[in-house]
């Protein structure tokens, strides 16, 4: 193992600086541009006090002007607002989950679509109690597909997958009230309820909002992760590379970016295909890169191990190198600034859904019928965009680090099977992982997830976290951007374990892991609800005695939002660097950082002060644990 030499975010910085210089020889537009035309933002939207659901507003609240015209209050006015935004990223997450039960359906032994885990399928299958002997698997992945379909509409009963939590949880959720129906309906509820002249009632909306949250985590985002891992295998560990240096200038590049993996698998698939690479060869390019961006860059690394360019705010970053041919696109979390900065380049911006359409892009449409012949026009589309390369306007930063990835539920178990002095037989279970929690070799666990966003300095709250969490054996397992702020810095390198403190460098060298474990996309959290849910099973204590904690230090989305509910809702505390539009109401700040704890034995905390957030979640980590008496 060689010395690790950490990629500091001055560095990815200094490299940012440089390919906006690029940017600006050709005019280009850039997000930290058009932040600076953005503020100060609205204070009114900011506090989230402004109500526009119905046409005798908008409405704000003001000192002189406390209710809307319709009579409701600030906290009502908070709460709808709030609702609405977990709604939002319920329906997108589980709209993404239902696209691949879609994929599934359509799955052939001979298509484009493969069982690549049929054992996968047969264990979700015999949990769902639908008969597999003797069935043709195939006609088991259609009518599994169907069954899951089923769920995001289905009249009555609660979603299946709420059975994989322990039964106190269960129960809590009972109790509550909160658990998720049908997913559409949660949904749908959400915005009936956030509706003029419904609820107005704080603990209304945020109840509802924690339920909307469940059947995402526990309803759609379970079904993407799970459907996705029976058509494209479960992931394993695996070594890859992070960051902008991944591209490469002789090559044609293709950057992958959004999050359903039905489009990226393909793209990947005929890239490494020899008449493709042929074909990049008589363009002119020595070969082909595949690299991405966001989550769909999660999942073909850690299937794959394609390597990742970047985060959500490098995504400009990967037109601006000058060496991009194609930046092809799904859904969410892409910038329609893509279009126009694509015009500044040879760029081909290729959007390819009709949930993603976007001006000045070139709308391939790709769906499961055609899915071969349109992944294959998209490598060809790029290759042969390689001669309009302007040699002159190239630069790709020497930037990248070594990451290992791959951490699935599955693989983690199996990971970390032999660390354990443990005489009876553990393995299979998430007991190694309880014994070095309880002896205190590792302190505990934090699941760090989300975005980035301009309010907080990009990535650094990501990586200087992660860095004190590790030096404090506290290991950490990440998702979505965070997960790649990670790699880019070196985090996920077998090497960042001499970053940590003795006991966690000792698991670190035993297991062969590196200190930051790679769960996954956004959608593959369900996997970390799934080891929180086992690692209360086999320890016999509920998840909120657990000293594992949730953060999301730089989140922007809707969908971070209902992430954060269902992560609370599982009674895991989460803490979040940025507010989500809630600071105009105390009754809501009490609900969500107080209240909700009765109902689910977790709340959230809101701190925008990143060395003080760390030092919360070690706090409260300590606190679990002093609870336990361990
Ligand atoms: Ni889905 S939601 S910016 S890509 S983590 Fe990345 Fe993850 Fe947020 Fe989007
Ligand atoms: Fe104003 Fe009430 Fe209409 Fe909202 S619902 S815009 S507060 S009148």
């Given at each position: 193992?060689?010395?690790?030499?950490?990629?500091?975010?001055?560095?990815?910085?200094?490299?940012?600086?440089?390919?906006?210089?690029?940017?600006?020889?050709?005019?280009?537009?850039?997000?930290?541009?058009?932040?600076?035309?953005?503020?100060?933002?609205?204070?009114?939207?900011?506090?989230?006090?402004?109500?526009?659901?119905?046409?005798?507003?908008?409405?704000?609240?003001?000192?002189?002007?406390?209710?809307?015209?319709?009579?409701?209050?600030?906290?009502?006015?908070?709460?709808?607002?709030?609702?609405?935004?977990?709604?939002?990223?319920?329906?997108?997450?589980?709209?993404?989950?239902?696209?691949?039960?879609?994929?599934?359906?359509?799955?052939?032994?001979?298509?484009?679509?493969?069982?690549?885990?049929?054992?996968?399928?047969?264990?979700?299958?015999?949990?769902?109690?639908?008969?597999?002997?003797?069935?043709?698997?195939?006609?088991?992945?259609?009518?599994?597909?169907?069954?899951?379909?089923?769920?995001?509409?289905?009249?009555?009963g609660v979603q299946r997958w709420l059975k994989r939590a322990p039964e106190h949880t269960q129960k809590l959720w009972h109790d509550a009230e909160i658990e998720p129906r049908a997913i559409d309906r949660e949904v749908a509820t959400s915005l009936h309820m956030a509706h003029m002249g419904c609820s107005s009632l704080p603990e209304a909306l945020v109840r509802q909002s924690l339920r909307a949250g469940l059947a995402d985590g526990w309803g759609g985002s379970m079904c993407g992760t799970e459907f996705s891992d029976v058509l494209f295998g479960t992931p394993k560990p695996l070594d890859t590379e992070a960051n902008l240096g991944?591209?490469?200038?002789?090559?044609?590049?293709?950057?992958?970016?959004?999050?359903?993996?039905?489009?990226?698998?393909?793209?990947?698939?005929?890239?490494?295909?020899?008449?493709?690479?042929?074909?990049?060869?008589?363009?002119?390019?020595?070969?082909?890169?595949?690299?991405?961006?966001?989550?769909?860059?999660?999942?073909?690394?850690?299937?794959?191990?394609?390597?990742?360019?970047?985060?959500?705010?490098?995504?400009?970053?990967?037109?601006?190198?000058?060496?991009?041919?194609?930046?092809?696109?799904?859904?969410?979390?892409?910038?329609?600034?893509?279009?126009?900065?694509?015009?500044?380049?040879?760029?081909?911006?290729?959007?390819?859904?009709?949930?993603?359409?976007?001006?000045?892009?070139?709308?391939?449409?790709?769906?499961?019928?055609?899915?071969?012949?349109?992944?294959?026009?998209?490598?060809?589309?790029?290759?042969?965009?390689?001669?309009?390369?302007?040699?002159?306007?190239?630069?790709?930063?020497?930037?990248?680090?070594?990451?290992?990835?791959?951490?699935?539920?599955?693989?983690?178990?199996?990971?970390?099977?032999?660390?354990?002095?443990?005489?009876?037989?553990?393995?299979?279970?998430?007991?190694?992982?309880?014994?070095?929690?309880?002896?205190?070799?590792?302190?505990?666990?934090?699941?760090?997830?989300?975005?980035?966003?301009?309010?907080?300095?990009?990535?650094?709250?990501?990586?200087?976290?992660?860095?004190?969490?590790?030096?404090?054996?506290?290991?950490?397992?990440?998702?979505?951007?965070?997960?790649?702020?990670?790699?880019?810095?070196?985090?996920?390198?077998?090497?960042?374990?001499?970053?940590?403190?003795?006991?966690?460098?000792?698991?670190?060298?035993?297991?062969?892991?590196?200190?930051?474990?790679?769960?996954?996309?956004?959608?593959?959290?369900?996997?970390?609800?799934?080891?929180?849910?086992?690692?209360?099973?086999?320890?016999?204590?509920?998840?909120?005695?657990?000293?594992?904690?949730?953060?999301?230090?730089?989140?922007?989305?809707?969908?971070?939002?209902?992430?954060?509910?269902?992560?609370?809702?599982?009674?895991?505390?989460?803490?979040?660097?940025?507010?989500?539009?809630?600071?105009?109401?105390?009754?809501?700040?009490?609900?969500?950082?107080?209240?909700?704890?009765?109902?689910?034995?977790?709340?959230?905390?809101?701190?925008?002060?990143?060395?003080?957030?760390?030092?919360?979640?070690?706090?409260?980590?300590?606190?679990?644990?002093?609870?336990?008496?361990?």
């Amino acid at each position: 193992m060689g010395d690790l030499k950490l990629t500091t975010v001055e560095e990815m910085e200094a490299a940012t600086a440089r390919l906006l210089e690029t940017g600006a020889k050709v005019g280009a537009d850039a997000w930290q541009l058009r932040v600076k035309n953005q503020t100060p933002h609205c204070k009114f939207g900011e506090q989230g006090v402004c109500c526009r659901i119905c046409a005798m507003g908008p409405c704000r609240i003001t000192p002189k002007a406390p209710r809307g015209i319709c009579g409701c209050d600030v906290h009502g006015i908070v709460g709808r607002n709030y609702l609405k935004f977990t709604a939002g990223g319920a329906a997108t997450h589980s709209d993404h989950g239902r696209e691949i039960c879609h994929t599934l359906y359509e799955a052939k032994p001979d298509g484009a679509y493969k069982v690549k885990d049929p054992e996968k399928l047969i264990r979700i299958a015999k949990e769902w109690g639908v008969e597999t002997e003797g069935k043709d698997i195939y006609d088991l992945a259609h009518e599994m597909a169907e069954t899951a379909l089923m769920e995001y509409g289905k009249p009555f009963g609660v979603q299946r997958w709420l059975k994989r939590a322990p039964e106190h949880t269960q129960k809590l959720w009972h109790d509550a009230e909160i658990e998720p129906r049908a997913i559409d309906r949660e949904v749908a509820t959400s915005l009936h309820m956030a509706h003029m002249g419904c609820s107005s009632l704080p603990e209304a909306l945020v109840r509802q909002s924690l339920r909307a949250g469940l059947a995402d985590g526990w309803g759609g985002s379970m079904c993407g992760t799970e459907f996705s891992d029976v058509l494209f295998g479960t992931p394993k560990p695996l070594d890859t590379e992070a960051n902008l240096g991944v591209m490469n200038a002789d090559n044609v590049n293709i950057v992958v970016h959004g999050h359903d993996p039905s489009l990226s698998e393909m793209v990947c698939e005929y890239a490494d295909d020899p008449e493709m690479i042929a074909y990049a060869k008589s363009m002119g390019a020595k070969g082909i890169t595949v690299s991405g961006v966001c989550c769909t860059s999660n999942e073909v690394a850690m299937r794959r191990g394609v390597p990742m360019a970047g985060n959500f705010l490098q995504q400009e970053n990967v037109v601006l190198t000058g060496a991009c041919e194609a930046i092809v696109v799904d859904v969410q979390c892409i910038f329609p600034a893509l279009g126009p900065l694509s015009k500044c380049f040879h760029t081909k911006f290729i959007t390819t859904s009709p949930i993603a359409q976007m001006p000045d892009s070139d709308y391939i449409r790709f769906d499961v019928g055609t899915a071969a012949e349109k992944a294959k026009q998209i490598v060809m589309t790029a290759c042969e965009n390689f001669k309009n390369r302007k040699p002159d306007l190239v630069y790709i930063p020497d930037m990248k680090q070594k990451a290992t990835v791959g951490y699935s539920f599955e693989a983690l178990v199996k990971t970390l099977d032999g660390v354990t002095n443990s005489q009876v037989d553990v393995t299979g279970t998430t007991k190694p992982l309880i014994e070095c929690i309880t002896s205190g070799v590792i302190r505990g666990a934090v699941a760090m997830v989300g975005c980035n966003n301009p309010k907080i300095r990009p990535d650094y709250a990501h990586i200087e976290l992660m860095k004190k969490l590790i030096a404090n054996d506290i290991v950490v397992v990440a998702s979505g951007c965070s997960a790649q702020a990670a790699a880019k810095a070196g985090l996920m390198d077998k090497a960042a374990k001499d970053l940590c403190g003795a006991g966690l460098k000792r698991v670190c060298e035993l297991a062969d892991i590196p200190p930051v474990l790679h769960m996954g996309s956004c959608v593959d959290i369900s996997r970390m609800m799934i080891l929180v849910a086992e690692l209360s099973k086999d320890s016999g204590l509920n998840i909120s005695q657990l000293p594992v904690v949730g953060c999301a230090p730089e989140w922007m989305s809707e969908k971070a939002v209902s992430i954060g509910n269902y992560v609370v809702a599982t009674g895991i505390d989460t803490f979040l660097g940025v507010d989500p539009y809630v600071a105009g109401s105390s009754e809501m700040g009490q609900w969500l950082t107080e209240g909700v704890r009765d109902w689910v034995e977790a709340a959230y905390t809101v701190e925008t002060d990143i060395e003080k957030l760390v030092d919360k979640m070690i706090d409260r980590i300590e606190e679990k644990r002093t609870a336990l008496g361990i």
